[in-house]
């Protein structure tokens, strides 16, 4: 069975239907038991079919020339690092078998899979932001569906950077990043979680908190959106659950691709000594 690092520079082009059947065969088996790269498929194959169904709408208004100038700008700035597909085949894991399309495939520049996308993005947050932050603040699912996308990369990174924070260091950043004198649950190994970190991350209009957890070790994130109010509920979103809570004017919302029971009893056990 490949590792995530032999699948990671697959996902994309598996995504986008364009890998030999062999290929696709080894990534399909990787993310029926690999937890972190099943999310990671099931948001890009969101944000693809989000960006498709949405195409109309997001050509409507073009971007300004000065902004597709400084896209292409960035693109230029990032040094060009060629992927051979041929050693793709050649760390292909013993006994997977050779695919002789693979074989004489021709090398892909990062550069250019990228820099499409980072023009693309941008024209999407231009065109499309203020469409997706209006159905965001109406749709807990939409909502929900934001923050399984973060929340999948966040951990990617971390599983990268392998970075820790303990109790303090995370209330200490809620109160210098949000003016919020929180404390964090006592014993969270009493519920099966292990405090991994916290990050500010960026939704609709503002700055949220993330912090993040490992629930027997599969990633859990807790997000506060303040000056939010969003009603209960549980939604499944992306193959999440997403617990979604109010105290005050702060929105809390817990996400984990773990059973419903597993996601509820964790939402009960935050809400008891988070406010």
Known sequence: MPNCTFIDPLVTPYVDGELPAADRDLVAEHVRVCAPCHSRVAAEQAVRTLIHARKTAFTATCAPESLRAKCRGVARLKPSRDVDVNDVARRRPAGAGADPRVSGATAVTWRARLAPFALAASLVLVVGGAFVYQITDKSARVMAAELTADHV?????????????????????????????????????????????????????????????????????????????????????????????????????????????????????VQASLR
């Open 153 to 269: 990369k966040c951990f990617a990174m971390n599983r990268v950077l392998d970075t820790h924070e303990g109790a303090t260091a995370v209330e200490s950043s809620m109160i210098s990043g949000f003016g919020w004198q929180m404390h964090l649950p006592d014993e969270p190994a009493r519920a099966g979680l292990e405090l991994v970190g916290a990050r500010p991350c960026l939704y609709g209009e503002g700055k949220i908190a993330h912090i993040m957890y490992r629930h027997q070790g599969r990633p859990v994130s807790l997000y506060m959106l303040p000056n939010a109010s969003r009603s209960r509920e549980l939604v499944e979103v992306l193959g999440h659950q997403a617990a979604i809570w109010c105290v005050g004017n702060r929105t809390f919302v817990l996400i984990s691709r773990e059973p419903k029971r597993e996601v509820e009893q964790m939402a009960s056990f």
